[in-house]
């Protein structure tokens, strides 16, 4: 089964979503396999989580419509950072109804996702027609994005302001080699860029894939590391849906039935469907690739690390380590919000849990392989 190679070996299989073979490489690269869950009310708090943790995350998880001044200046800001800091952001909406307002919900309104969330999700319970739906509605949106061949790039680092400034002066003039569907003003120095879908890296005999397996494996430094994600570029123009198997929250009706419902629409929808919002991995067949996103994940303090026993928060949510979710149940990307937004470093406590996932991924595959 998939779950049992390494991520690089799993970029490699055939019949792959471009977005989870860039995804599985920069996993093996940053040698991260954390997402940060976002969950935040103003852009100002957004941006500055995403600059402190993005060195050390894969994934970015949003919640739009929890942050109180959404707008171009937040989208902007994003995948400036994203860019940078090299993770993909999802926008964690939970779609779930009839496939017209979905298609909306999407594309329209304030927040816009499918410009700018390179990963979302959505609940089958409509039926399978809601895949159907986003896939749609994202080929419509990307190839309102392809009819711009020549992108205008502002040059610059959006600043993120200190405790002492206002965020009315907070400006994100940003560069970025994607428009959004609804086109903003942008300042500074502009140079033109041309879009692509597809990734090519000709003349060169270091390819992404060959510098993944070695900077996944522990060979070279720092600075092959930073070459392998300079080769490894930007995401593809496209976009990826995950369907939310299992949930986390005490007494949740998502299992059984319902959980192979999602798997088997996902088989039938591989060029859409990435993965799982899961509890364990549900990668049961010998051509199942897909990746596995699992909240519910808290790191006991040094003084509480002995014990592995699964604790809440007192409204539902259930937590497991980094070594059970990972080693034990075979998930591939541990989800983690209050554990880290509330640390005094948050930079740090990132550090901390990728440490942790990571060794737990590396003791899965590698016991495999003994």
Excluded at 4 to 32: C, E, M, Q
Excluded at 246 to 256: V, Y
Excluded at 328 to 345: M, N, P, S
Aim: charged share 25%.
């Amino acid at each position: 089964m998939s779950h049992t190679l390494h991520f690089s070996a799993r970029a490699d299989l055939p019949n792959n979503h471009p977005l989870r073979v860039y995804l599985y490489r920069l996993i093996s690269i940053k040698r991260s396999n954390l997402c940060v869950s976002a969950d935040l009310n103003s852009t100002t708090a957004l941006l500055r989580l995403a600059e402190e943790v993005g060195d050390y995350i894969c994934v970015l998880k949003t919640h739009a419509d929890i942050v109180d001044d959404f707008g171009d200046r937040t989208i902007n800001g994003l995948r400036d950072i994203s860019r940078r800091k090299k993770f993909l952001i999802f926008e964690d909406r939970k779609f779930g109804d009839i496939g017209s307002t979905v298609q909306s919900q999407y594309t329209r309104g304030p927040l816009r996702i499918a410009s700018w969330a390179h990963l979302t999700n959505a609940h089958i319970f409509p039926g399978p027609a809601i895949i159907t739906a986003l896939k749609s509605a994202a080929a419509s949106a990307l190839q309102s994005l392809v009819h711009n061949v020549s992108t205008e790039i502002t040059a610059g680092t959006p600043h993120i302001p200190s405790d002492g400034e206002e965020e009315d002066d907070y400006d994100f003039s940003s560069e970025d080699a994607i428009r959004t569907l609804s086109s903003s003003r942008r300042k500074g120095s502009v140079v033109t860029a041309t879009t692509t879908i597809s990734q090519t890296f000709e003349g060169t005999q270091r390819t992404p894939a060959s510098m993944a397996r070695a900077v996944s494996a522990g060979e070279g430094d720092d600075g092959d590391r930073e070459e392998a994600l300079e080769a490894l570029g930007e995401p593809p123009l496209a976009r990826g849906l995950l369907l939310l198997a299992e949930m986390s929250s005490e007494g949740n009706l998502m299992t059984g039935s319902y959980t192979k419902k999602c798997l088997e629409a996902a088989r039938e929808h591989q060029d859409f469907v990435v993965g799982f919002i899961s509890q364990r991995t549900l990668n049961e067949g010998k051509k199942d690739n897909f990746v596995s996103m699992t909240p519910g994940v808290n790191l006991p303090s040094q003084e509480k690390a002995a014990s592995s026993a699964k604790t809440g928060d007192g409204l539902g949510q259930q937590y497991r380590t980094p070594a059970k979710v990972t080693a034990d149940d075979g998930c591939d990307i541990i989800i983690v919000g209050r554990g880290i937004l509330g640390a005094e470093d948050r930079a740090k406590e990132a550090e901390r849990y990728r440490l942790a996932a990571w060794k737990a991924y590396e003791s899965r595959v590698g016991e495999i392989k003994r």
